[in-house]
């Protein structure tokens, strides 16, 4: 399995732009994660989904962002309209719990998305 | 309010000497408990977990790290540091009734190791 694919890898944008970054989990894996990190506040986990579902959402910082899973291969992470404060690293992480698997519970992180808005 | 906590921003190390990054948590029940390490420019890597079992658990690149319950921590050792273990890590926690691998983490330690 190539791991979690993240794009794009990099994205620069001005502020007001609308911002998509994509994610594609490990196949198998039920659950999928999207962290944000900076400098000042860390890790920030803003919302994970089961089965395609979202579960909590409470560390969307407000409406501007968004976040969609339509297939269990693909989830999307929207700001819009961006602002220079959304600068950041975005990270998807996918895990399954299931009993069968090799290694439940371990969170496999994809390599991030390095956000600038100007 | 359940939280983890790594109290040191930096540890600094001699290569060849032990290294311990402390991680203590605060979550009721009986947690399932996790290092990730981050390279510069990368994402987070698992490094090992406590499940259940010996206290003493063994993870990737000779890390081990210590399950204590009565003081409610979780440090990370090495014997012998290496250059290039520098690198940030995160101590996180799955509550034991979170079927969701939700996880809670610390806010990082960065480890420099020096020749």
């Known amino acids: 399995d190539a791991g979690v694919i993240q794009s794009p890898r990099h994205e620069v944008t001005e502020m007001g732009q609308e911002v998509t970054l994509r994610c594609k989990p490990i196949?198998?894996?039920?659950?999928l994660f999207w962290y944000r990190q900076t400098m000042m506040r860390g890790l920030e986990l803003l919302i994970y989904?089961?089965?395609?579902?979202?579960?909590?959402d409470s560390g969307m910082p407000e409406d501007r962002f968004s976040a969609k899973m339509p297939n269990a291969s693909f989830s999307t992470l929207k700001i819009q309209p961006s602002e220079p404060r959304d600068s950041a690293v975005y990270f998807c992480?996918?895990?399954?719990?299931?009993?069968?698997?090799?290694?439940?519970?371990?969170?496999?992180f994809g390599p991030g998305t390095r956000l600038t808005v100007l | 309010a359940q939280s983890v906590a790594q109290p040191e921003d930096q540890v600094n190390v001699a290569e060849g000497n032990p290294l311990t990054v402390k991680c203590t948590y605060s979550?009721?029940?009986?947690?399932?408990l996790f290092w990730y390490v981050q390279y510069p420019n990368r994402g987070l890597q698992f490094l090992l977990k406590?499940?259940?079992?010996?206290?003493l658990v063994k993870g990737s690149y000779g890390f081990e790290a210590e399950f204590n319950k009565s003081q409610t921590s979780f440090h990370l050792k090495k014997p012998s540091a290496l250059v290039s273990d520098s690198a940030l890590y995160f101590c996180?926690?799955?509550?034991?009734?979170?079927?969701?691998?939700?996880?809670?983490f610390g806010q990082g330690t960065e480890l420099s190791v020096k020749p």
């Open positions: 992480a996918s895990t399954t719990s299931g009993r069968a698997a090799v290694r439940p519970n371990e969170q496999f």
């Open positions: 196949s198998g894996h039920d659950y």
């Open positions: 989904f089961n089965n395609n579902v979202p579960i909590d």
């Open positions: 979550v009721s029940g009986n947690p399932y």
């Open positions: 406590y499940i259940t079992g010996d206290n």
């Open positions: 996180a926690v799955r509550p034991p009734y979170n079927q969701g691998g939700k996880l809670i």
